[in-house]
């Protein structure tokens, strides 16, 4: 199922929310999460990758996931930031096929967990996505960038904005009653 973003996280006074709050917050990185791993388990590529993972696996990656995407920064208080997570994928020696993989169920476990299906939001998650998968190719690779401190990576709507109904919308349905009286 696709979701439909909820409406307080509209936020019209002061700008547009932030992707956490337009996914729905923790709980559907939650959500999200879980319905991943459970598929990712069942995937002939992909479980071998991950059979050994830590059981908190899910609710980690959803931490981080929450936090790129401008949510409270709990992956830097609880698990280490940017830099334990790139040590994470150092060694591991990620296929492209299998970060294909990863992607591919990534997006459909947002189907399935009801994130909003609005093209604005899922061109930026998309756009993540694909970055962070990249990413974790590159550190599991033979030539990982050095490890050390790093900024977090922060997503925001860039050239995609939602479409939120605003001011002037209210403004021309005024002008239509004055036109039609
Ligand atoms: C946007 C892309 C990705 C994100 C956001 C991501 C996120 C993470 C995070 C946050 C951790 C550390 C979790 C913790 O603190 O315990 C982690 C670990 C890991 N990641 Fe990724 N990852 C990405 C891509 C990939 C890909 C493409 C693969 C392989 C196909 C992969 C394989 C792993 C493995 C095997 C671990 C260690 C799991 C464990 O033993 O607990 N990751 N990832």
Do not use: C, N
């Not at 319905?35 to 050994?52: C, I, N, Q, T």
Request: without cysteine; proline residues 12%; glycine residues 12%.
């Amino acid at each position: 199922m696709t979701g439909t973003a909820p409406k307080e996280a509209a936020g019209q006074a002061d700008g547009p929310p932030s992707l956490y709050a337009w996914a729905g917050g923790e709980e559907a990185f939650l959500r999200l999460t879980e319905v991943f791993y459970a598929a990712v388990l069942e995937d002939p590529v992909l479980r071998p990758v991950f059979a050994g993972m830590d059981a908190g696996h899910p609710r980690h990656v959803a931490l981080w996931l929450g936090e790129v995407f401008g949510g409270p920064a709990r992956y830097s208080a609880e698990r280490g930031g940017h830099e334990a997570m790139a040590a994470h994928h150092v060694g591991r020696g990620i296929t492209e096929a299998q970060r294909r993989r990863w992607a591919a169920l990534l997006m459909d476990a947002a189907d399935e967990a009801g994130l909003p299906g609005d093209p604005e939001f899922r061109a930026v998650f998309a756009y993540y996505v694909e970055w962070g998968t990249r990413m974790a190719l590159v550190y599991s690779g033979p030539a990982p960038p050095p490890p050390g401190p790093a900024p977090m990576p922060r997503w925001e709507w860039g050239i995609t904005p939602p479409w939120l109904p605003g001011p002037d919308d209210a403004a021309d349905k005024d002008t239509d009653k004055d036109t039609d009286a």
